[in-house]
């Protein structure tokens, strides 16, 4: 018989992960774009949307 790995993995000491996407308006063009950070823990997010 298979083991369930999945039921393993969800012990709740593990971090939650975000990815986070933030528009930005460009300086040379004045149209947005989208800045992404792949994987960021949870108590960063804050400061990511933070930061200028």
């Known amino acids: 018989m298979a083991k369930k790995v999945v039921a393993t993995l969800k012990t709740g000491t593990a971090k939650k992960y975000t990815k986070c ?6 300086e040379k063009t004045g149209a947005y774009v989208f800045k992404t950070q ?6 960063d997010i804050k400061a990511y949307f933070a930061e200028k």
């Open 21 to 26: 996407i933030k528009m930005v308006k460009s």
């Open 38 to 43: 792949n994987i960021l823990d949870e108590a």
